[in-house]
């Protein structure tokens, strides 16, 4: 009965998160339908909480896994993580990653013309960010499965790439170099 409540409460959360989704990108186009001068700052300031957003989760995922190595498998902890890395995974992650990169793209095209060594080195960047994603969200898969083999010291080295690759997206971003 409680794996039934479980259940239920992850399909509303999910149901939650596509109507959240579909709200968004409805006033998204709207906006850019009605009022296309005022769009650009929407544009970079939803780009900016996408990105807020994705690297919250893709710091805190293996994270999650550290501890999720110590927990035996099969038990209640285990079960557990499982379910947090799976909601963190599909409810926060993924959205957060798309609506980075739609948005990410059409301020690279609208207002930079895809032009600058800057930008080349930012879209390379985060092409690796989404390599690391794709990356751990195959670890989702396997602890899921109860196959992780990595130890808790690779998922600690793990961790720390996101926030190198942030690093050098955000001075790139700002500074803008070459």
């Known amino acids: 009965m409680a794996g039934m409540n479980n259940t239920n409460g992850t399909g509303q959360a999910m149901m939650r998160m596509v109507i959240s989704i579909g709200v968004l990108i409805v006033a998204t186009a709207l906006l850019f339908l009605v009022a296309p001068e005022s769009f650009y700052p929407w544009a970079k300031a939803i780009h900016i909480l996408a990105v807020i957003s994705w690297m919250a989760g893709m710091l805190y995922l293996p994270r999650l896994f550290v501890y999720h190595v110590d927990a035996e498998k099969g038990s209640v902890q285990s079960e557990t993580f499982k379910v947090m890395e799976r909601r963190l ?7 957060a990653m ?52 990595k130890p808790a010291r690779h998922w600690r080295i793990v961790n720390e790439i996101p926030t190198l690759l942030m690093i050098a997206i955000v001075i790139l971003v700002v500074v803008k170099p070459f």
Do not use: M
């Open 89 to 95: 995974l599909r409810g926060i992650i993924n959205p």
């Open 98 to 149: 798309i609506v980075t990169w739609v948005f990410g793209l059409w301020l690279a095209w609208k207002v930079f013309g895809f032009q600058g060594g800057w930008l080349h080195a930012k879209i390379g960047l985060v092409l690796l960010l989404s390599a690391v994603h794709g990356y751990l969200a195959g670890a989702v898969r396997k602890f899921a499965e109860d196959r992780n083999e």
